[in-house]
């Protein structure tokens, strides 16, 4: 059975539409799956970011620290739960992720409403760093969200427009995996533009 691990940034758009292909794929199929941290704020740390992408980086590096707390203090399960709920309240409603917002997914999740104090501390920043870290090994180079490790190999990817139904989803999740498992594989890939559509969450849940 394959071990999968999926490292995605909560504020990426295309990295939402392929949690919600895995995780449906893998629950109809019975394979684990692992969702973790990684930040597109650590990854252009030092970066001349454009001003239409400033605003995505900025919130990156402050809900990473929410993250990276909420996993150290719950856990994967954790950190599955708020993005659950973040992500659908940001990709799927088209919500501003503002205090107050965040506040009130944390009450609905009874998390520690004192954790929405972390978004603005800049010591968690280390623990975000490391999660980043361990997302970049498992891809054995520099690379955005999604990232996906199959059996300790890596890829980018798989970067999807929609959520697949159940059957495309289904021989998807095997295509990866027979790609992951094929020595020598290493890139697969055509033009795509975004963002993606994202509305078919409700569909699949």
């Known amino acids: 059975m394959a071990a999968i691990d999926l490292y995605i940034d909560p504020v990426c758009p295309f990295g939402w539409v392929t949690a919600q292909w895995l995780l449906a794929a893998t629950r109809a199929a019975e394979v684990p799956v692992e969702l973790k941290q990684m930040s597109l704020a650590a990854l252009n740390e030092g970066q001349d970011v454009d001003a239409h992408h400033q605003p995505m980086i900025d919130s990156s590096r402050r809900l990473g620290r929410l993250f ?6 719950h856990g994967a399960e954790g950190f599955t739960r708020l993005y659950r709920a973040v992500g ?30 972390i978004l603005d501390d800049a010591g968690v920043d280390g623990a975000v760093a490391s999660a980043h870290a361990a ?25 999807l427009t929609r959520i697949p139904d159940p059957d495309n989803g289904a021989a998807l999740l095997h295509a990866v995996i027979a790609a992951a498992r094929t020595p020598g594989f290493a890139v697969l ?17």
């Open 88 to 117: 659908t309240s940001v990709h799927v409603h088209r919500n501003q992720l503002t205090d107050k917002v965040i506040a009130e997914i944390l009450a609905e999740l009874g998390m520690d409403p004192t954790l929405l104090d």
């Open 68 to 73: 990276a707390a909420v996993s150290e203090k």
């Open 135 to 159: 997302s970049q090994q498992a891809l054995g180079g520099r690379g955005g969200s999604p990232i996906i490790a199959i059996d300790g190999h890596g890829f980018f990817g798989p970067v």
């Open 189 to 205: 890939q055509r033009p795509y533009s975004g963002p993606p559509a994202t509305e078919q969450h409700e569909e699949n849940n």
